[in-house]
């Protein structure tokens, strides 16, 4: 079964990607890393500092899939032929982020809204785009019976893969993911899929791959953040050491600080990495508000190294 890691915006860059393969990797190396979202400028010229992003330099290692989020088939089709001229082969399209600014634009989860414009979107993207591309989604907007719908027009299209995040749009990441809608959908599903949702534990992860094995991949999101080891685990190898997790954890910090050009920047950053993170540390709760609070590098390096004295949840 391959494991994916998902794209997550301000979580998965590629300062990530390459502290996650050195820390964790080989063993524990996601199949593929999905970049987090970018839009491609209506304008057509590509922005350099969010091109830097998926510039293969910066990005050795396992294969990386850019992902686009975008109503317009044709401006789609155009930056996948970019991203082809840097040298990706897979290009995905997201039709799940649900965050409203997003959604508000049409764009994301909004394009489930209107399976006719759907349509069209997919209709201008695979007329006027070469080579293999997957779709991330939802099961709809408003409840998962929407999905057969969509499927029907998904179905119509040579999509390389399809990534389902079982749950609706208007459901953010609240409850829990529908997994018997998921099952449902499956026998549906005329081309490879992937499951994606609340996978936190290598035992779910083969649970999943025992219940479906069919599936062509697994991908975890916030459960890799919580747990950079989980692959490796699911594959047999030791959970993340206290030592990996601080060398882990001090490249990211190392890594944001350069690529900001400022430590402060890297505080923030690193507080996204630590709300998921700070379940590995036990009676951490007190910690965790002062890392909350924190604004100055000093501060956040003071915190740190308490939160390292805690015993450690292997
Ligand atoms: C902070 C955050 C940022 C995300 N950014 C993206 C994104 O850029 N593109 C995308 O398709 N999904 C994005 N997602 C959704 C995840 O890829 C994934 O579908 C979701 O977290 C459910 O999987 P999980 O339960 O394994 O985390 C994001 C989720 C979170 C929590």
């Not at 959908?185 to 994606?196: A, T, W």
């Not at 956040?300 to 390292?308: C, K, T």
Request: proline share 7%; with cysteine.
């Amino acid at each position: 079964m391959n494991y994916y890691a998902a794209p997550m915006e301000g979580l998965t860059d590629r300062v990530w990607r390459q502290a996650h393969q050195k820390w964790f990797g080989p063993a524990g190396n996601a199949d593929r890393y999905y970049a987090p979202f970018i839009s491609p400028p209506e304008n057509r010229v590509l922005i350099k500092k969010k091109m830097a992003e998926l510039a293969p330099a910066a990005n050795p290692g396992a294969p990386v899939i850019p992902q686009l989020l975008a109503k317009d088939g044709e401006l789609a089709a155009w930056m996948i032929g970019e991203l082809r001229g840097l040298g990706y082969t897979e290009v995905n399209l997201n039709l799940g982020c649900p965050s409203g600014t997003v959604t508000a634009k049409g764009k994301g989860s909004g394009m489930l809204r209107d399976p006719v414009k759907l349509d069209a979107f997919l209709a201008a993207v695979f007329a006027n785009a070469e080579g293999p591309i997957s779709v991330k989604t939802r099961l709809g907007v408003e409840k998962p019976e929407e999905f057969a719908a969509i499927l029907d027009i998904y179905n119509r299209y040579p999509i390389c893969e399809l990534t389902i995040h079982p749950r609706v749009m208007r459901q953010l990441y609240r409850g829990q993911a529908d997994r018997a809608a998921f099952a449902a959908s499956l026998p549906g599903c005329r081309m490879p899929v992937c499951y994606n949702g609340d996978v936190t534990t290598a035992a779910d992860l083969h649970t999943l791959e025992a219940q479906y094995p069919q599936l062509s991949g697994i991908m975890v999101g916030r459960g890799l953040i919580a747990d950079p080891a989980l692959f490796r685990e699911a594959r047999d190898g030791a959970p993340a050491a206290r030592e990996e997790l601080r060398g882990y954890l001090d490249d990211l910090y190392h890594g944001y600080s350069e690529l900001f050009g400022s430590a402060g920047c890297a505080v923030s950053r690193m507080k996204g990495h630590w709300f998921y993170l700070i379940h590995k540390f036990e009676g951490a709760e007190k910690l965790e508000k002062q890392l909350r609070k924190v604004r100055e590098p000093w501060e956040y390096e003071v915190v740190v190294n308490q939160i390292f004295t805690l015993p450690f949840r292997p």
